[in-house]
């Protein structure tokens, strides 16, 4: 079935960050909170601030160009740039807008993260390690702003984001928290634990400017593929730009039809908006080395599994291998060289088995010769409770129904680490605070973050059972446990006694258009 054309988008309204993504090495976030008495100060702050946004058509344009100059060169091209995005809060929303207008915008958002965070697996509040300890989003600590920096200099960041706060400083009464993410440099592209992260994105259908535009996903499938009509790349599922900027079709929700859509209205507050979910997500890098290494200690007891090293162990908790290869193409061991090849290492399915795609002459991509995953029904070789499998599971059926519906959860993730790297041999390493930036977004944070982390990550019975999502679930009871298949069949409980990755921070922001922007937020 062919599907609907795609939609047009309108790249010099959407906030850049959200559909192309500022893809940067260094990022400044600026939490900015005003008192009652600044806000006509902030407001035209705003209103100037606006037009010098990073938005949709520039930033996917560089994107592209940077894209099509690294595959000519096979190397990382001369091209530099800082942009910066602006987000509101709920907080910030209501002092900002009339309340005709801040009621359009999502209830969860408006009610903020301290609302949400029982729902979404967090400490209780006065516990340990609850939202009192947020370092932003506290208690009485909320923003009512984020201005995003990102940049390929770090210099350029830095004195950018000087710029902002001195501005900011000059509204009285202004006060402004910066959180730092930088790569990490002896592992670019690898958060803390030293997995390659962000490699299973979804693709966006849609067209910038007209049905002649660019698409904001790169298509390499060739049409002779089977897979063209619903995949930009293997592994990456066309999803409609509803599910991630308000005013653009969406799947319908519970649908069999992924090309079945539905447009919500939209106002001009919301129109070409999307909802930002902020976590600052810290890791604790020796407490998960020593939970893989006691895990692999124990299913090495299994006969048929033999002697298993830690770095195996992690794979089952990940479903990847740290160089970004999948279980499912490489069950035994790490394969760099299908790692490296973006393409490759995210073709595959679960229950079925994979084949290889057929590109575009003018993608680039090379052949896809490794070896071909086989299907995993039963999660043999990847876990139910591997991280990749309990957030996305493919071609699953689900709790939920049909694995198509598994189109209506998906977000666009955008993090970069933060502080250090874990030094085994320093004394002092272990207590660094080290960890991600977490951002993603969504047109919904129900359906979107909310949904993924209380009714999968959360879960010992969701998606597909087996336990909890060990890597980045909340869920404060312990032990927490998941339950591996040996390939002689027999179930391995394992238990942890810990989190490895805990909430420091968090906050739910709007980014909005340009005209939101400056008619309502700034008027």
Known sequence: MTPPPDPILDGAEIQGDILAGFRKDNVRLLFISVPDAAIAGFKAWIKK????????????????????????????????????????????AKRLLTQAQW??????????????????????????????????GSPGNAPDALLIIAGDDINDVAATAASRQNDLSGIPGVTVHVEVGTT????????????????????????????????????????KDPLYASFSAPGQPLCWPGEFVLGYPRK????????????DPTTEVTRNGSYLVYRRLRQDVPGFNSAVAAMAAQISQNASFGQRTPGFAAACLIGRWPSGAPLMRSPTADAQALGNDAYASNNFFFTKASAPPVYTPQSGAQPDTFPQAKADTFGTTCPYAAHIRKINPRDQNTDQGAA???????????????GPDYDPTDPNSEAQDRGLQFICYQSSIQRGFQFLMNQWANSSQFPLGRGNDIVIGQDGQTPRQITILAPDGTQIAVNFSDKYVKTTGAAYLFSPSRTSLINCFAA
Do not use: C
Not at 129 to 134: D, L, M, R, S
Not at 199 to 214: C, E, H, N, T, Y
Not at 252 to 263: A, H, I, K, R, S
């Open 49 to 92: 601030i606006a037009g010098t946004l990073a938005y949709l058509d520039a930033v996917l344009g560089f994107n592209v160009k940077f894209s099509a100059e690294r595959r000519r060169l096979a190397a990382d091209p001369p091209m530099q740039a800082t942009w910066m995005n602006l987000a509101i809060s709920g907080q910030g």
């Open 103 to 136: 009621s359009e915008l999502d209830q969860t958002f408006l009610d903020g993260p301290l609302d949400d965070a029982a729902l979404v697996g967090e400490p209780a509040a006065g516990t340990a390690g609850g939202p009192q300890t947020w370092i932003v």
């Open 184 to 223: 990490r440099a002896a592992e670019p592209g690898h958060e803390h634990f030293g997995f390659k992260d962000s490699i299973s994105q979804p693709g966006v259908r849609g067209k910038l400017g007209s049905a002649a535009g660019p698409p904001v996903t790169r298509r390499v499938l060739d049409p």
């Open 252 to 263: 319908v929700e519970g649908g069999q039809d992924p090309n079945q859509t539905v447009t």
């Open 404 to 418: 198509v519906k598994t189109l209506e959860h998906r977000i666009l993730r955008r993090g970069v680490p933060y």
